[in-house]
């Protein structure tokens, strides 16, 4: 398994500026038809995804973190977080405020720069780092660009790099062009059904 943004390259996807790939990738290790399992399934695979994941933060953030240990409570916890992520991303409100709430640590580097460093263990350790992503993220104004793809046999996460923030598909040779084919087929079944109608009341 390569250890840069795996889950996203499984979709060819070019990663998220800085540390906000660690929440792209992260939320593509779901399950999606055509591209390979949930990497959050089992321990194994968790365990090979969060190796190279954090190995590939750690050196886009200039920190040398270890992989914390995972055990089956904590692939339960990442996937509800990931299904909690995924909703925000898609623009859904927040159901229950402060849930799984973790903690983060502000370090001072040699250079004097304040850092936002993960703290805890196993999933909670996942879950400070992928929240001060997010946070950062919020805050410079890249957060809007990471988008869910809007065709429903892929979602994959992408980061919008458009001049406008227009994109919907992770790919538009792919699903663009599929739900531009449905969307045309659609189109052509409603003039005929149309021209049909109009023809039975003459």
Request: aromatic share 6%.
């Amino acid at each position: 398994m390569s250890s840069q943004w795996y889950a996203s390259q499984r979709y060819q996807l070019t990663p998220a500026p800085g540390g906000l790939a660690l929440v792209q990738d992260f939320l593509n290790t779901a399950d999606i038809a055509g591209y390979g399992p949930d990497l959050l399934a089992d321990g194994a695979l968790a365990e090979d995804w969060v190796a190279g994941a954090v190995r590939a933060w750690s050196a886009e953030r200039g920190l040398d973190a270890q992989p914390p240990p995972l055990g089956d409570a904590d692939l339960a916890k990442l996937r509800a977080l990931r299904d909690r992520i995924g909703r925000l991303v898609a623009g859904e409100p927040p159901t229950q405020h402060g849930a799984g709430a973790v903690a983060a640590s502000l370090t001072l580097s040699k250079t004097g720069e304040v850092r936002l460093e993960p703290t805890g263990s196993g999933w909670r350790w996942l879950a400070s780092a992928l929240w001060g992503e997010i946070l950062l993220s919020q805050q410079d104004g890249t957060w809007r660009r990471i988008k869910r793809c809007h065709n429903p046999q892929c979602a994959s996460t992408f980061y919008d790099r458009s001049k406008n923030n227009s994109g919907v598909w992770h790919d538009v040779k792919t699903c663009g062009n599929v739900a531009n084919l449905r969307a045309s087929r659609a189109r052509r079944r409603e003039r005929d059904g149309a021209a049909q109608r109009s023809t039975a009341r003459r």
